[in-house]
């Protein structure tokens, strides 16, 4: 409740609703189905507000069909079973173009007219199939295909899934038929289901084979919030039980759903006849990869509803459609050798290096492992035959083993414990599944790691931008943060769009930046987990004694005089570090993992050899957005997420991976998964990337 009073009559606010829940419903079709939005995120979301305020105010106006009403139906126990009234059949599979010209003869052959054959020619969505009941247009049963006669009752959950109406769009009395039940696929789009499984990667959730598998386990859900928060889409393709209307044929239809707010596949086709449609299987196979979800053939359908009729069925399958299959996209091959590839943030990833094969017209010759836990589990060993795949665009990877085949000259592999790219030590943290190079100069992230130093909340070297990094790494300008501080002008000026001036600016700041604060001198190290927060407190901590005369962690090693007042972190022990409040066993982990490397050791050395200095430290007062729960969606133009995340939690505020009440904030980046309206559902406050640096600034 907001407490606020509308001030307006029963009869009033009922008006209002009416047009409001109109007003949203268009909206929601022009978003959700057409993809062509008529107004702003703002605007809309103040119509939907202004029509949750008075439903609010008025409980009894509201009935299942407004907008409002998606979510919030209660966790069922199980799901009913629904019969549906026209069984739901299959589709009988052909390959390419011969099974085509099978089908085409077999339908001349059967119909004793076959004049005037034209085909409907449509993508095999790779999807869950679904079967909706709109009773004088309301959407009353929606349902799973089951074994073809019954299926399960999933109507609560499909009700929240955006593009399915849950009132059809009239055009005025009489077009809505009394009864409509429609068929359609339920999918998930490829970039949907990469970041539906990415967040569950992050959570240690087991992860979906493939989009298909992720819109059936979201559409299986007892509760219908959890199917709420998938990003889960509808196309539909036909028809069952229809009373008070009727088509001559499938094209007309075909039309019509879309007249009703019902989504049909943009791709459908007419084709003159079976050459037409050929040309179309062609056409969409090779489209296929730039498609937005899955689909693995196409559908060729009898267009004449009459000549539908009369061909009939055999055994579950009409006579008057064929589903023309794509190649596989899975295929067996062997595994030659595993390589090792290590990312941008230092993670090394295993990959197979396979005999090349054909995955679905893509000839492939590599396939990632994931990470050794995914290495261990399948047992994947060098001179396995596996099974591969490749789905959409997502990287091919090995999905099992074919066992039967193995000869006993297989061989087992691990990450090796030196990163193949710069020989420093490979740490995996307790409680993450990747392994990562933690050399400070490693090549593969020395980009990363030389931005993250000179940034502002690090040692703040003004005017070195990652397209300056970029040139100065590959001239071979700096091969470690430490080469920053030995850069000379003439050296600068070698690169592309350097002038005098700026190379001056960008000296003169290296050249400050040397007199820094502990935090930010441990903040600019780049050690994994360790923060600007958690780089206060051990600066606290460690940097008391600066006198550097032992102390407690002085446990005899040899000690670095050149690390200064680094010198008691990096010699602490795992106890020690530990006593650091916030400090826990995978921190300090990584901590102690970082200084054991004498390649670091050495890098740091050079920087206090070079002049960098610390003064007295640099107390904050604490953050504004300390204690505050923050959410990121879609893809962050202006920050890594991981980045997003370091800032959040060194202003003390925490990263949520699921949208909650107990969240403040949800940031918003380009193309936001549907976490966004379940944001905007519970009222949480909606930052666009700029307005959260803005907010990060004032913190
Ligand atoms: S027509 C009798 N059209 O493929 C007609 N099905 O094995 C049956 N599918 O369960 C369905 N895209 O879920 C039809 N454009 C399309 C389709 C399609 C995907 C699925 C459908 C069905 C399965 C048939």
Not at 402 to 415: A, I, N, Q, W
Not at 548 to 566: H, I, K, W, Y
Request: proline share 4%; aromatic share 4%.
């Amino acid at each position: 409740m907001t407490g606020r009073r509308s001030g307006l009559s029963k009869d009033a606010a009922a008006r209002e609703i009416e047009k409001l829940r109109r007003d949203v419903s268009y909206h929601d079709h022009r978003y959700y189905v057409l993809d062509d939005p008529e107004i702003s995120d703002a605007e809309y979301d103040r119509l939907r507000e202004r029509l949750v305020e008075l439903e609010e105010e008025f409980p009894e106006l509201v009935t299942p069909s407004s907008p409002t009403q998606r979510v919030g139906a209660p966790p069922l126990e199980a799901f009913r079973e629904v019969r549906h009234s026209i069984p739901m059949l299959s589709l009988s599979n052909a390959f390419g173009e011969e099974g085509m010209l099978e089908f085409d003869a077999r339908v001349k052959k059967l119909l004793v007219d076959a004049d005037g054959l034209q085909y409907v020619a449509e993508p095999k969505l790779d999807g869950v199939a679904i079967e909706l009941v709109y009773e004088k247009g309301r959407l009353s049963v929606g349902s799973t295909r089951g074994d073809g006669t019954t299926g399960e009752d999933v109507t609560q959950n499909l009700r929240t899934v955006r593009s399915i109406p849950l009132k059809l769009i009239s055009e005025g009395k009489g077009t809505i038929p009394g009864l409509l039940e429609v068929r359609g696929e339920v999918i998930m789009r490829t970039s949907q289901f990469k970041r539906l499984n990415e967040e569950r990667r992050q959570q240690e959730e087991p992860l979906f084979a493939n989009p298909r598998n992720a819109a059936a386990g979201s559409l299986r859900q007892l509760d219908s919030s959890v199917t709420a928060s998938r990003p889960l889409e509808v196309y539909f393709h036909g028809i069952g039980r229809v009373e008070g209307l009727s088509f001559r044929t499938h094209q007309e239809l075909l039309s019509f759903l879309p007249r009703v707010g019902l989504r049909v596949s943009p791709l459908v086709k007419l084709c003159e006849d079976i050459h037409e449609a050929a040309v179309y299987y062609n056409d969409m196979m090779k489209m296929r990869d730039a498609l937005e979800y899955e689909i693995d053939g196409v559908v060729i359908k009898v267009n004449e509803l009459a000549q539908q009729e009369a061909l009939g069925a055999i055994s579950r399958s009409p006579r008057w459609a064929l589903a023309v299959k794509f190649p596989g996209r899975q295929a067996t091959t062997e595994i030659l050798d595993i390589v090792v590839q290590v990312g941008r943030t230092g993670a090394l990833t295993p990959v197979a290096v396979m005999e090349p094969v054909n995955l679905g017209g893509v000839t492939v010759s590599r396939a990632t492992l994931h990470n050794q836990d995914e290495i261990d589990r399948k047992d994947v060993r060098i001179g396995d035959t596996v099974v591969v795949q490749r789905a959409g665009d997502v990287i091919p990877e090995v999905v099992s083993v074919v066992t039967s085949k193995r000869s006993g000259s297989e061989r087992k592999f691990s990450l090796p414990e030196k990163c193949p790219v710069c020989g420093v030590g490979v740490v995996r943290l307790e409680g993450e599944v990747a392994s990562r190079c933690v050399g400070m100069a490693c090549a593969a992230k020395l980009r990363q790691s030389i931005r993250h130093f000179a940034s502002k909340r690090a040692m703040d070297i003004e005017g070195l931008g990652g397209k300056t990094i970029e040139q100065l790494i590959e001239k071979e300008l700096v091969a470690s943060v430490a080469d920053l501080y030995s850069l000379e002008k003439s050296e600068l000026l070698k690169l592309e769009r350097m002038g005098e001036k700026l190379a001056e600016n960008i000296l003169a700041s290296i050249e400050r930046s040397k007199n820094t604060t502990l935090p930010r001198l441990i903040f600019a190290l780049g050690i994994r987990h360790v923060g600007e927060h958690l780089s206060r407190l051990l600066a606290e901590h460690f940097g008391r004694a600066l006198d550097g005369s032992g102390g407690p962690a002085d446990r005899g090693e040899q000690r670095t005089p050149s690390l200064g007042v680094l010198g008691r972190l990096a010699f602490a022990g795992q106890e020690e570090l530990e006593q650091v409040g916030e400090v826990g066993p995978q921190v300090a982990q990584s901590i102690r993992s970082f200084f054991a490397q004498k390649e670091n050791v050495d890098i740091i050395a050079r920087l206090f050899a070079a002049g960098v200095t610390i003064a007295a430290g640099e107390p904050r007062a604490e953050s504004g957005l300390a204690g505050k729960s923050f959410v990121f969606t879609g893809i962050l133009e202006r920050h890594a997420r991981e980045e997003a995340r370091r800032i959040v939690e060194s202003l003390g505020g925490r990263v949520a991976h699921q949208v909650s009440r107990k969240v403040d904030f949800a940031v918003v980046g380009r193309d936001p998964g549907s976490k966004v309206d379940r944001a905007r559902e519970l009222g949480l406050r909606i930052l666009t990337e700029q307005e959260f640096e803005e907010l990060v600034r004032e913190g």
